[in-house]
């Protein structure tokens, strides 16, 4: 069996064991991303990362793989579903102004730490298998959104799905909600085709935006979105933007919601991505009367953490000065007038004054 040979046959077997081990599709490409590099330069231009600075601080290293990990040839692109509820029941609870919504990728265990692991069995494999094959001190690394990769577009290079003009990967047969990771590779692995778009005519994503904050098809002001302005942002929300939040303490999941194609989305088999701590259902009043270290129990292991209490408590405060009115919601706001923290005293105050 000569070189392309048996790398063919190893990355049939890549793919066999990427399925064995919890992924629904492995693809492969090769390093050139220099059209998703042009995108990100004019995506930066526009200032639409806002305060997400790590989005340019590491240069060329996000767009051109071998200057972040130095003799990579190939790149493993792995998804993985994490679906934990019903369309309907998602629905239901973003439609109740009391309810605590939090995105549903966020309702289980962390999936970073997961995935981490998942793929590093895989590179186990792969090592194996390939010491007879290439004489090469390079090692592999794993990549879960922990470094400057340009995940969705080495996924569509990799056939895993396209880019939807919400941003976010889209696959015919399973929709969009799905993790992925990366493994950057040494060996000279047969590519894979690249997956066509489906968006066609559909402009729904764009228009049930509650902040609008898809501009054009597929460029998303990450200003205005939900999810930044929830997750990402440190300061204050701009107030313009709060109104429109609604009931939304963490993350938004409105333009995956209506896209067509999550018709296909299948409920992931995976114990750790179901909700705990009953997150799908908590009410507002409830989450708001956390106190530090309740939220710090509630949230471990979870991707929630991160944003720690006190945004925390602002994304409540904004939800609740959007719910309707009710005398427990003046009370429960009453009794963080006095909070040491601006930032929670500011979006108390403001929520008071919605309802007033």
């Known amino acids: 069996m000569n070189t392309a040979e048996a790398m063919a046959s190893l990355a049939l077997q890549i793919k066999q064991w990427g399925q064995a081990l919890g992924f629904q599709q492995v693809g492969i490409i090769d390093t050139d991303l220099s059209v998703a590099e042009t995108y990100l330069q004019h995506w930066l231009a526009q200032d639409f990362h806002g305060e997400m600075d790590y989005m340019q601080r590491h240069g060329i290293k996000r767009s051109r793989p071998e200057a972040l990990h130095a003799g990579t040839l190939r790149i493993i692109s792995v998804r993985m579903d994490y679906l934990p509820e019903s369309s309907p029941t998602m629905k239901q609870a973003l439609d109740d102004p009391s309810a605590a919504y939090i995105s549903r990728y966020a309702l289980g265990r ?15 494999k792969i090592q194996i298998a390939a010491a007879d094959l290439v004489n090469s001190e ?9 470094a400057p990769v340009l995940e969705k577009a080495i996924a569509e290079k990799a056939g895993l799905g396209w880019i939807g003009k919400h941003s976010n990967l889209i696959n015919r047969k399973a929709g969009s909600w799905f993790f ?86 299948r409920l992931s088999d995976e114990k750790d991505f179901k909700p705990r701590h009953q997150l799908n259902t908590q009410q507002l009043l409830e989450v708001f009367a956390w106190d530090e270290q309740t ?22 405060a904004v939800a609740l000065g959007n719910a309707p009115f009710s005398v427990q919601i003046i009370e429960a706001l009453t009794r963080y007038c006095g909070h040491h923290s601006d930032l929670v005293r500011e979006h108390v105050q403001w929520a008071l004054r919605r309802h007033q």
Not at 138 to 146: C, E, G, K, P, Q
Not at 203 to 217: E, N, R, S, Y
Not at 295 to 314: H, M, V
């Open 138 to 146: 390079t090692v592999m690394r794993v990549f879960v959104d922990s």
């Open 295 to 316: 939220f710090l129990s509630k949230t471990e292991g979870s991707a929630i953490r991160r944003i720690g209490y006190q945004r925390w408590l602002r994304n409540v």
């Open 180 to 265: 992925l990771g990366e493994i950057y590779c040494y060996l000279p692995l047969p590519v894979d085709t690249p997956a066509t778009a489906h968006c066609g005519a559909c402009v729904a994503c764009l228009d049930i935006c509650p902040t609008q904050a898809i501009v054009a098809p597929y460029q998303v002001d990450a200003r205005r979105c939900v999810s930044y302005l929830t997750i990402e942002l440190h300061g204050a929300i701009p107030e313009p933007l709060r109104p429109l939040i609604g009931n939304r303490i963490y993350g938004c999941d409105d333009c995956q919601l209506i896209c067509p194609w999550n018709r296909f989305a």
């Open 110 to 124: 962390d999936y970073h730490k997961l995935m981490r692991q998942r793929l590093q069995k895989l590179v186990d």
